[in-house]
């Protein structure tokens, strides 16, 4: 069986241990080096690399997605795209995630994993339609979590929802790293046994469970698995290319990697490596392997951010009462997936209450908005009290939200008319704006002494 490999040193690899601060510059040079290796993809884009592009490395996210098809002729790039959400942290009118699709394809984009962090799929069927309509490949995300009511059989269903939908392939996203070895291969033989697509499965390295996973999943039937060139891999990141390409091949399973070119992508990254650490842009921490989250079924982020929080309020003391809280939390809100961006309400909600001494007494605006039916559909049952307390006599929105939302690109690009020079300017300040309008504004000065330093040239 041939297992197919996705490399993430450019996306998640680089989210997950340096928070998506490498420039273009730094991996330009080995770019076409990647399209000899055989892997299957190259995530590059999507998640959090958008975002960080404009705010911190002042890069067109756009620009930067051509530069790298410029060089990667052969393998398929891949993105990550949050549905309804694009890359941005609120729901986008169907016209605006018709137009980021379009462009990312016209841009470069080949493969699109697109997720909702609710496993509500009417929140993902606009973006599969609209890159199924371009002809690129649509992969469908089941995110992963445990719960008393996420089994089996909610997880074929699923998978068979996402067929019915028209996507290429399905991945298992699991974003907190806490997918033992024996749920995935019981997982990947479910969705293998009712789906007639391929199953990738997407874990990390946190827990340290991530290899043996792996390979257990493959044992089942897994088409593919995402990992990281080993100077990257490890820690919040995924497991290393290299280490999974060996033990594959030595247990009689094709990969299509050549070992010589993977040691020349490596060689490239390490001093990279070295340069992150020496910087203090890659913490020991994130190197490490933390099993708390086998314990408290708390993902490795979310931990640390919860830790952060309770720090900025002298109330570190405090961290075993609010582990504690959390899946109390996360039960009263219907058991959702703790991922972005459920896992930071979730962590906040249960530090709020443990802090404030009476559960619910504040709620923060993204859970009122959760409670009222914004983000989807809740996973189970949301605690009736809760809902009453926060809502009163207001009814929960059983429609999808993005129903209720006008359209907005032409609008907004009008808006822009001196401001945007093109459609992808548009897109990226309806996702972002005050920070794309600030990135705007430093282009044109950019461009300006560029203009001036030429005339005093000539």
């Given amino acids: ?51 960080s592009c404009l705010r911190y490395l002042n890069e067109d996210p ?12 052969k393998t398929p790039l891949q993105m990550l795209l949050r549905g309804q959400n694009i890359l941005g942290y609120k729901h986008y009118p169907d016209d605006v995630v018709r137009k980021f699709v379009a462009h990312s394809i016209d841009n470069g984009m080949d493969i699109f994993r697109i997720f909702d962090a609710l496993n509500d799929f009417r929140n993902i069927e606009v973006a599969i339609d609209e890159v199924l309509k ?17 089994n089996l059989e909610k997880y074929s269903k699923m998978g068979k929802q996402l067929e019915d939908l028209g996507v290429n392939s399905i991945c298992i996203k699991d974003m907190a790293g806490i997918m033992g070895p024996q749920e995935a291969y019981d997982l990947v033989k479910t969705l293998k046994e009712s789906v007639k697509i391929p199953v990738f499965l997407h874990t990390h390295s946190t827990t340290g469970l991530g290899p043996i996973t792996y390979f257990k999943a493959i044992e089942a039937g897994c088409d593919g698995i995402d990992c990281a060139i080993s100077s990257f891999a490890g820690g919040t990141s995924q497991p290393a290319t290299e280490t999974l390409n060996y ?3 030595q247990s009689g399973h094709e990969t299509g990697l050549d070992e010589k070119v993977l040691k020349e992508i490596n060689d490239f990254f390490k001093p990279l490596k070295a340069k992150y650490v020496s910087s ?33 309020q002298n109330a570190i ?12 939390v996360r039960k009263d809100l219907g058991y959702p997936p703790l991922v972005t961006p459920m896992s930071q309400m979730v962590g906040v909600q249960a530090a709020t209450n443990v802090l404030v001494g009476e559960r619910y007494k504040n709620v923060s605006k993204e859970v009122k908005s959760y409670l009222k039916g914004e983000y989807g559909q809740a996973p189970g049952e949301i605690d009736a009290e809760l809902i009453k307390k926060v809502l009163g006599d207001e009814k929960p929105l059983t ?17 822009l008319k001196n401001i945007a020079k093109n459609d992808e300017d548009v897109l990226s300040y309806i996702l972002f704006p005050q920070v794309a309008e600030k990135f705007f504004k430093e282009r044109e000065e950019a461009s300006a002494v560029k203009v001036s330093y030429s005339i005093i040239k000539k």
């Fill in 280 to 312: 203090g842009q890659m913490d020991a921490f994130v190197m490490g392997t933390e099993t708390d989250a086998l314990v408290y079924q708390v993902p490795g982020g979310m931990l640390s951010n919860l830790i952060a929080q309770l720090k900025s």
């Fill in 317 to 328: 003391d405090r961290l075993d009462e609010v582990l504690a809280e959390t899946p109390k």
């Fill in 134 to 150: 371009r002809k690129a490949h649509a992969q469908g995300c089941i995110c992963y979590t445990t719960s008393p009511i996420h």
């Fill in 62 to 73: 756009w620009e930067r997605l051509r530069k790298i098809k410029s060089k990667v002729k």
């Fill in 1 to 51: 069986m041939k297992v197919k490999f996705t490399e993430t040193v450019l996306r998640d690899a680089n989210q997950s241990l340096i928070a998506t601060r490498m420039p273009f510059s730094d991996f330009e040079g080995i770019l076409e080096t990647f399209d000899k290796a055989g892997y299957y993809s190259l995530e590059c884009w999507g998640g959090a690399t958008f975002d």
């Fill in 399 to 415: 429609i999808r939200y993005a129903d209720t939302l006008k359209p907005e690109f032409d609008k907004v690009k009008n808006e």
């Fill in 247 to 249: 033990a594959l091949k």
